[in-house]
């Protein structure tokens, strides 16, 4: 069963990492890696790689960055032409991005049956480019492999076919339990001088901004910056930013948001490392709403909606939005030792990847 694996942006090259390792188990399997090359940089794309032991791609694109409709007609283009030459059983997609659901096109344009890992995930807002990739991506895909419950729901109210929708948990929660050990080694917290003198970790925040819908606009983006530079003043916040949002904040220029420490984006253990510590998380990201709940680690969730009902519903997500003094009053909740509790969601034990490999075989055996 020789199968095509897509990854495109940094959340991707965590989902397929314990995918690609589940699949060299077994004999049946010839996986293959094709990157879009939708990230490219060291930081969000090579150091992944290194640190997670994902095998060099069979192939790269090397798309690059561009708009939505040109980004994602160039991946289209070019792996049709990779579909045609490999001839894969499968095509196998992960969450979201526009290389899924590019993918997704070409692949179901040639005949080729899709996997998509992290389906039935709805904001019910149209206005993200996420949730068109996904709605469409679960439109055309054949096996539909969810996190949650309600991705099921989802999915069914759309009409696709109860029999194709597979409850498997979920694959970034299997690296973050196979990574979590190694992480802890990471020497991160000492370079950012966060560790006392016993080498704990003192308190402190992270914070991660990237969805267009908080850093495109200037106004909203200093509004938030300043929200969370009020928090600052409790303990020390560790940003990692993301090349869109470095550009965005270098438009807006000298700010005072002096309490913000940002940084250039981290590698995975580094990342994980400092979540694990971490007394607070502040963040727009989909997957560190994931994170943080198998971590029992607050979050507050700057965006009006989430995709990942599980994670506030009975994780420790709380979905602020973007309102400053929403997000001011949760933080300092949090900190005066008003914690959520929050457990984890069923099936997010590390064995989703296993589980998926399993369902795959079965119907490629049926065949
Ligand atoms: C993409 C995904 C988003 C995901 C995010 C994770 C889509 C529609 N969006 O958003 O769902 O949460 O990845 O990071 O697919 N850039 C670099 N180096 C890189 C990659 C990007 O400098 O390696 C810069 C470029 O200026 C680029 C900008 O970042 O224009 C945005 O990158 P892009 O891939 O278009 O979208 P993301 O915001 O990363």
Avoid at 6 to 12: H, L, S
Avoid at 32 to 57: A, C, K, N
Avoid at 269 to 298: M, N, R, W
């Amino acid at each position: 069963m020789k199968i095509a694996n897509i990854v495109g942006a940094r959340p991707n090259l965590v989902k397929i990492a314990p995918l690609m390792r589940e699949m060299k188990n077994h004999a049946e399997i010839q996986p293959l890696l094709i990157h879009t090359g939708q990230h490219y940089d060291e930081q969000m794309s090579d150091v992944f790689f290194r640190q997670m032991g994902i095998p060099e791609p069979d192939v790269n694109l090397e798309v690059g960055s561009g708009s939505h409709a040109w980004q994602t007609a160039e991946i289209l283009k070019r792996v049709e032409t990779v579909f045609i030459e490999l001839k894969p059983d499968l095509v196998l997609v992960v969450g979201d991005v526009n290389s899924t659901i590019a993918a997704s096109l070409a692949a179901s344009k040639l005949g080729l049956p899709i996997a998509h890992v992290e389906a039935g995930l709805r904001s019910f807002d149209r206005t993200m480019p996420e949730e068109i990739n996904r709605v469409l991506t679960d439109a055309i895909a054949d096996y539909l492999f969810v996190t949650e419950e309600d991705a099921i729901e989802n999915l069914v109210r759309e009409g696709r076919p109860r029999e194709r929708i597979y409850l498997v948990g979920n694959v970034m929660i299997d690296a973050l339990k196979q990574f979590l050990p190694i992480a802890q080694k990471s020497k991160i917290g000492r370079e950012l001088g966060l560790l006392d003198e016993k080498d704990s970790f003192r308190p402190f925040g992270v914070l991660t901004l990237h969805r267009p819908s908080n850093v495109d606009s200037a106004d909203q983006l200093r509004k938030l910056m300043d929200a969370i530079e009020e928090v600052g003043a409790q303990l020390p916040i560790i940003f990692p930013a993301h090349p869109r949002t470095q550009q965005k904040l270098a438009q807006l220029g000298s700010q005072n948001h002096s309490r913000i420490r940002m940084v250039a984006p981290l590698g995975y253990l580094d990342f994980v490392c400092l979540l694990s510590h971490s007394k607070i998380v502040l963040t727009d990201s989909g997957g560190i709403q994931e994170e943080t709940t198998a971590l029992g680690v607050p979050c507050l969730t700057l965006r009006e909606n989430t995709e990942r009902p599980v994670t506030a519903t009975e994780g420790t997500n709380q979905i602020v939005g973007q309102d400053p003094q929403k997000i001011t009053r949760a933080a300092h909740e949090i900190l005066s030792g008003k914690v959520k509790a929050g457990r984890v969601p069923h099936l997010w034990d590390g064995k989703a990847a296993e589980r998926i490999v399993d369902i795959l075989l079965r119907e490629f055996r049926k065949r």
